[in-house]
Nanobody
């Protein structure tokens, strides 16, 4: 069984910073891409940032220059450093990962339970 567990959400004033963490636990052989998505009330879930096992990153235009995604492969952990937060960043943030559970198996996609980020203006 594989689980993704997020932490680090909370309430912050506009212009402030937060750091989200997501650790993958369970039977894990390797993790390919990991990423962060967010969903605001009444809106569809959207990509925030992704990072490949080798470190290549991809960001939504709305967060470029403000957010930084990173990962610690030995710890099966991905981070999202969020700076210069805006009220429009308010959303539930979800961790996502493509995880291989054993040799010769295909990768399955997993989601965390989400962590709320609220930015007050």
């Amino acid at each position: 069984q594989v689980q993704l567990v997020e932490s680090g959400g909370g309430l912050v004033q506009a212009g402030g910073s937060l750091r989200l963490s997501c650790v993958a636990t369970g039977s894990i052989f390797k993790i390919d891409v990991m990423g962060w998505y967010r969903q605001a009330p009444g809106k569809q879930r959207e990509l925030v940032a992704t990072i490949m096992a080798g470190g290549n990153t991809n960001y939504a235009d709305s967060v470029k220059g403000r957010f930084t995604i990173s990962r610690d492969n030995p710890k099966n952990t991905v981070y999202l450093q969020m700076n210069s937060l805006k009220s429009e960043d308010t959303a539930a943030y979800y961790c996502n990962g493509n995880i291989v559970r054993g040799w010769g198996l295909r990768a399955d996609n997993y989601w965390g339970q989400g962590t709320q980020v609220t930015v007050s203006s």
